[in-house]
C-alpha cells in the first residue's frame, strides 16, 4: 500500500501564504518590484477594502457594543426633530476612562474606516449640538506621522528641522459627524472647529511647557499646524474650507500609497509572534513615544525576515492631505524656529459654527430634506450585528 505523503509547511510559509492571502482578499494586486496596488480606486471599492478590519474590530468590541450601545443610542438625534437653523455646537475634552470616554469609542465604531487609537499626545473631543442635547461629531489629534513627504516639502523642512519642531504639529486621525448631522454637511462646520481658540488653548495647557517623551527636551510647545488626510482618496469634505476670508484646510498633495493600514491587527500579530520567535529586537520596543513609527519598522522587520520585500508596504491608495494652520506665520516659523505665534485670526467655537451653518448647513437642509427620515435604531442595530453602513471622512495615522 502506498503511503499518504503529507507535506508540513513551516510556520514562515504560512505566514507567507496567509499575507498573500489576506492582500488578494482586500482587492489589492501585485505590480512591479513587489508593490501593491488597488484593482480599483472607485471610492466604493476602496472602503470595501477596509471592510474586513472593520468587522474585525467590530467583533473585538462585541461585548462593550452590547452593554454599552444604549448610552450611544440615547444621545444620538432624530432628523425629524433637528431644527438646522438652530444647531448650537460645542466641544467636550474627554479624559481616559470616563462616561465620555466610552461614547467616543462607541461612536467612532460608525466609522466605515476603522479608528485609530491614536498616538502619543492626544486631544479628544465629543462635539456636542447644545441646543438639541445631541451628539453632533467627534475630533482626535495626535502626533504625526514622522516622514509625510508633502508637509514637509511645504514647510521647507531638513531632517534635522524636523525632529527639531514637529512638536508644534497635530494630525486629525478622528474628524467628523454623526448621523444625521453628516447629511447636513456638518461634517465641514467640525472640521472648521480645528482652528479655534479653544482648541489651541487645550494644546497649550496640555503639552506647552512639557519635556518631550524622547528627547527629554521643554520646546515650549504651540499646536501651530494640524494635517488631516482621507481615508479613500480624494476628499470632498475638507475642499474648499473657508469661511470669509479665512481657509481652515487646504490640500497640499497627496501621499504616495505607502503605509500600513492594510496589514490587520491579526497579521500583525503573528508577524509579532513570529519575531519573538527569532528572538528580533523590534518586538518589545513599543513603548509610548515610539507610536506608529514602531509598528511599520516592526512590519518591515517581519517582512523581511520572511524574505518578502518591503515593497509590500506599498498599498497604491494616495491619500489627500490638508493642512490647518492655527497661526497666520505657523509656515514661517515652523520653517525658521523664529517668531512669536500671530493668532489674532483665531474664532471661538460660536463663532466658526454660526458662520458654518449659515454657509453649509442651512442650504444643505432646503436643499436635501431627506435627514429628517433618519433614526438612531438603524445603526445602532448595525452596530450590534455584523458590520455598520455609515460612511465618513477618517484621517488614518499611518499614512504616509
Not at 117 to 137: C, E, M, P
Not at 179 to 208: H, M, Q, W
Not at 349 to 359: D, K, T
Request: aromatic share 8%.
Amino acid at each position: 500500500m502506498r503511503k499518504k505523503i503529507v507535506t508540513v509547511f513551516a510556520p514562515q510559509a504560512n505566514l507567507k501564504r496567509s499575507l498573500r492571502a489576506h492582500f488578494r482578499k482586500l482587492g489589492l494586486q501585485h505590480e512591479s518590484e513587489g508593490k501593491l496596488a488597488p484593482k480599483s480606486n472607485e471610492k466604493d471599492a476602496l472602503r470595501a477594502m477596509h471592510a474586513h478590519q472593520r468587522e474585525t474590530k467590530l467583533e473585538a468590541h462585541r461585548d462593550f457594543i452590547r452593554d454599552r450601545a444604549e448610552l450611544l443610542q440615547k444621545v444620538m438625534a432624530i432628523g425629524s426633530e433637528i431644527e438646522p437653523h438652530r444647531i448650537e455646537l460645542r466641544l467636550q475634552r474627554i479624559d481616559k476612562g470616563t462616561r465620555e470616554s466610552d461614547l467616543f469609542r462607541l461612536a467612532s465604531l460608525t466609522w466605515s474606516a476603522p479608528v485609530s487609537n491614536g498616538f502619543g499626545r492626544r486631544l479628544r473631543y465629543l462635539v456636542w449640538d447644545s441646543y438639541h442635547q445631541k451628539l453632533a461629531g467627534l475630533i482626535a489629534l495626535g502626533d504625526p506621522v514622522f516622514n509625510l513627504s508633502v508637509r514637509d516639502d511645504l514647510i521647507g523642512w531638513s531632517s534635522t528641522d524636523r525632529s527639531e519642531r514637529l512638536v508644534n504639529v497635530l494630525d486629525a486621525y478622528v474628524l467628523g459627524s454623526l448621523p444625521p448631522y453628516n447629511s447636513l454637511l456638518l461634517g465641514k462646520v467640525i472640521a472648521c472647529l480645528v482652528r479655534t481658540k479653544e482648541i489651541y488653548n487645550d494644546f497649550l495647557e496640555a503639552y506647552g511647557s512639557r519635556n518631550g517623551v524622547i528627547s527629554g527636551e521643554n520646546k515650549q510647545a504651540r499646536l501651530l499646524l494640524v494635517t488631516t488626510s482621507s481615508s479613500l482618496g480624494r476628499s470632498s469634505v475638507y475642499n474648499r474650507l473657508k469661511l470669509g476670508e479665512v481657509h481652515f484646510f487646504k490640500s497640499i498633495g497627496y501621499t504616495q500609497g505607502w503605509g500600513h493600514f492594510h496589514i490587520s491587527d491579526e497579521i500583525f500579530a503573528r508577524l509579532r509572534t513570529f519575531l519573538e520567535s527569532i528572538d528580533h529586537p523590534y518586538v518589545k520596543q513599543n513603548r509610548f513615544g515610539q507610536g506608529p513609527n514602531w509598528r511599520l519598522r516592526t512590519i518591515r522587520a517581519g517582512l523581511k525576515e520572511l524574505g518578502l520585500s518591503e515593497s509590500a508596504l506599498h498599498h497604491g491608495i494616495r491619500r489627500e492631505v490638508f493642512t490647518c494652520e492655527l497661526a497666520e506665520n505657523a509656515i514661517s516659523i515652523l520653517r525658521t524656529g523664529r517668531g512669536r505665534p500671530k493668532v489674532s485670526t483665531l474664532l471661538n467655537v460660536p463663532e466658526v459654527c454660526a458662520a458654518g451653518i449659515q454657509r453649509w448647513v442651512i442650504p444643505r437642509a432646503a436643499s436635501r430634506p431627506e435627514f429628517k427620515l433618519w433614526t438612531p435604531a438603524t445603526l445602532i442595530d448595525e452596530l450590534r450585528g455584523q458590520r455598520t453602513t455609515i460612511s465618513q471622512p477618517v484621517s488614518l495615522t499611518n499614512a504616509n
